[in-house]
């Protein structure tokens, strides 16, 4: 049986490291970073730490420490939020102009995001059934969520949504 | 709590140990991945072009890895 209390602490600790050593900094210079870097920066460690999560599930199922049937879900999230992510990077790296032509766009695939990490918590897809433990089970894999909705709040602060 | 209904037994305890053995690289892996996002030059367009890379890159190594995986399984 997959040790799911343990397990989920021990996610929640490894989130909290991923993201406390993630601040954006300009090195040789004293010119602040613009809120639109910080969305950028924000949006690699997005991609970065759904990567992780998803070769992490993989090799956990290719250990036999977590069933297939439990793993498939969570990859297959992470598969969508990959592909959505491609398609905001693919705005963003055209600059904060093309981006502000395309605020209705980059908002959708930012709630795209937000709503595939909740739905993942609460769809009993992790085969939880226990309603608090769902919503302590949405609060280890809201890291995701939390950096899409940062990189709202950046891109609001850079004019650009 | 849940917690307090865990028996910690030998089997318990190596399926962690595994776990753990298993998650670290990869998490290390994305702390030194992370650190990079982080720093930037004074070169604003050349940060959001290695930035967009960057995502670009982590995307697509998903997008393969669990491609192969899925594969893998299907069998």
Redesign the interface.
């Known amino acids: 049986m997959?040790?799911?209390?343990?397990?989920r602490k021990?996610a929640l600790c490894?989130a909290l490291?991923?993201?406390s050593?993630?601040?954006?900094?300009?090195?040789?210079?004293n010119?602040p970073?613009?809120p639109?870097?910080n969305a950028?920066?924000l949006?690699?460690?997005?991609?970065?730490?759904?990567?992780?999560v998803?070769?992490?599930v993989?090799?956990?199922?290719?250990?036999s420490?977590l069933p297939?049937k439990t793993g498939?879900p969570i990859?297959d999230a992470?598969?969508d939020i990959?592909?959505v992510?491609?398609q905001i990077?693919a705005i963003?790296?055209l600059?904060p102009e093309f981006s502000k032509a395309n605020a209705a766009q980059l908002q959708t695939l930012l709630s795209k995001i937000t709503d595939s990490v909740k739905s993942l918590a609460t769809s009993g897809a992790l085969g939880i059934k226990n309603p608090k433990?769902q919503n302590e089970i949405a609060l280890d894999i809201s890291s995701i969520g939390n950096l899409a909705s940062s990189i709202l709040i950046n891109l609001r602060q850079a004019g650009v949504l | 709590m849940e917690e307090k209904g865990i028996k910690w037994t030998p089997d318990l305890i190596n399926t962690l140990a595994q776990l753990l053995l298993t998650l670290f690289p990869i998490v290390v892996s994305a702390v030194q991945q992370l650190q990079q996002a982080g720093v930037l030059t004074a070169d604003v367009q050349q940060n959001i072009k290695n930035l967009a890379e960057m995502a670009n890159n982590s995307n697509q190594v998903l997008l393969q890895t669990a491609k192969d995986w899925e594969a893998k399984h299907s069998v």
């Open positions: 997959w040790p799911f209390p343990p397990t021990l490894l490291v991923l993201i050593t993630a601040c954006a900094r300009r090195i040789n210079s010119i970073v613009t639109y870097e950028m920066v949006n690699a460690q997005l991609s970065t730490i759904n990567q992780a998803s070769l992490g993989q090799q956990v199922v290719d250990s420490i297939y498939k990859v992470t598969i990959a592909n992510d491609t990077t963003l790296q600059g433990t």
